[in-house]
């Protein structure tokens, strides 16, 4: 299995910033993708942001606010939340793509964090 553990969410109010981080252990060969998806009370989760080969993606909601970053060291992927706003608040994912083996057959598992809040109070 693979454990994701994330920590960073809080309170706080707009304009000011967050940075969550979320770390990968467990059995696995290597982590590929890592991103961060986020879900509002009453709406669908959504990806808010990813990585994977140094290559970045966010949802247009976040561009020029929010910075995904990973270091590949320590299987960590952290997002850097600036100039948060009250839309920004929902429960924020860890998502990971591992790399796993069983005997000779490669294969690819996507992993979830437990989720932390993040509210933004106007």
């Known amino acids: 299995q693979v454990q994701l553990v994330e920590s960073g969410g809080g309170l706080v109010q707009a304009g000011e910033s967050l940075r969550l981080s979320c770390a990968a252990s467990?059995?696995?060969?290597?982590?590929?993708?890592m991103g961060w998806y986020r879900q509002a009370p009453g709406k669908q989760r959504e990806l808010v942001a990813r990585?994977?080969?140094?290559?970045?993606n966010y949802v247009d909601s976040v561009k020029g606010r929010f910075t995904i970053s990973r270091d590949n060291a320590n299987n960590t992927v952290y997002l850097q939340m600036n100039s948060l706003q009250p839309e920004d608040t929902a429960v924020y994912y860890c998502?990971?793509?591992?790399?796993?083996?069983?005997?000779?057959?490669?294969?690819?598992?996507?992993?979830w964090g437990q989720g932390t809040q993040v509210t933004v109070s106007s």
């Open positions: 998502n990971a793509q591992a790399l796993r083996s069983s005997g000779t057959r490669y294969y690819t598992s996507n992993f």
């Open positions: 467990g059995s696995f060969l290597r982590i590929n993708g």
């Open positions: 990585i994977r080969v140094g290559t970045t």
